[in-house]
């Protein structure tokens, strides 16, 4: 069975430091990995997509790296701001239509 | 543009009673639809996806189940609601099924 892990569970920041966010997973057998955005109340938003094939995909001031064979990926946010605050979701696709996603971690970007 | 509807947004019902939400697609066809619940202090969890009209899959055993008596429409539905069926509702789409999935709005169910 599929495990997603977090970590950190949450993270606080000053405005403009450079931040990881770290995700591992326990089944090297994926298809790809995501990376989302929940704001407060809200929906998911879909931040990057990774296939199982690529090493990493960048969108703007972010950045997510796949290391399949180890289990890991990180999401790189560069200069952040308060408009960052949100739970960060990393999801991972292993079957047929399904993704295990991670607790997800807390982010706060104090100005 | 793809759009994703779901309501009620919040909704707080009884022990014991029924529910019904529903989810509903514009701008695309044939998506695969999903539910999914987001329970305090747990992560997301699948609860059916669709591949097509009237074919549910459901991924855990539990009170709910799940229509989709359109192309563009996945209805969530129990006979009679538990306390433990209290959390926060999410709906999906995606066009394949291991594409990017597109989240709904989200529905906050309290039952009491």
């Known amino acids: 069975k599929q495990e997603v892990t977090q970590i950190p569970a949450a993270l606080s920041v000053p405005e403009g430091e450079n931040l990881v966010l770290n995700c591992s997973f326990t089944?090297?057998?994926?298809?790809?990995l995501q990376w989302f955005r929940q704001d407060p109340g809200k929906g998911l938003t879909s931040l990057l997509l990774?296939?199982?094939?690529?090493r990493e995909q960048t969108s703007g001031r972010l950045n997510a790296s796949l290391d399949k064979s180890s289990g890991r990926s990180t999401l790189y946010i560069a200069a952040s701001q308060p408009g960052d605050s949100a739970t960060y979701l990393c999801?991972?696709?292993?079957?047929?239509?399904?993704?295990?996603f991670g607790k997800g971690t807390m982010l706060l970007v104090s100005p | 543009s793809q759009t994703i509807h779901q309501w009620p947004a919040t909704l707080v019902q009884p022990v014991g009673s029924p529910l019904s939400l529903e989810c509903t697609v514009e701008?695309?066809?044939?998506?695969?639809l999903y539910w999914y619940r987001q329970a305090a202090g747990r992560g997301l969890q699948l609860l059916f996806y669709?591949?097509?009209?009237?074919?549910i899959s459901s991924e855990v055993p539990q009170n709910l189940s799940a229509s989709r008596p359109q192309d563009r429409q996945f209805i969530l539905s129990s006979k009679k609601l538990l306390l433990s069926d209290s959390g926060f509702y999410l709906c999906?789409?995606?066009?394949?099924?291991?594409?990017?999935?597109?989240f709904g709005p989200g529905t906050r169910l309290t039952v009491l």
């Open positions: 990774i296939q199982s094939s690529q």
């Open positions: 999801a991972v696709s292993s079957g047929y239509s399904t993704l295990t």
């Open positions: 089944d090297s057998a994926i298809y790809n």
């Open positions: 701008g695309t066809s044939n998506p695969n």
């Open positions: 669709s591949v097509g009209i009237g074919q």
């Open positions: 999906a789409w995606s066009f394949g099924s291991t594409d990017t999935q597109y």
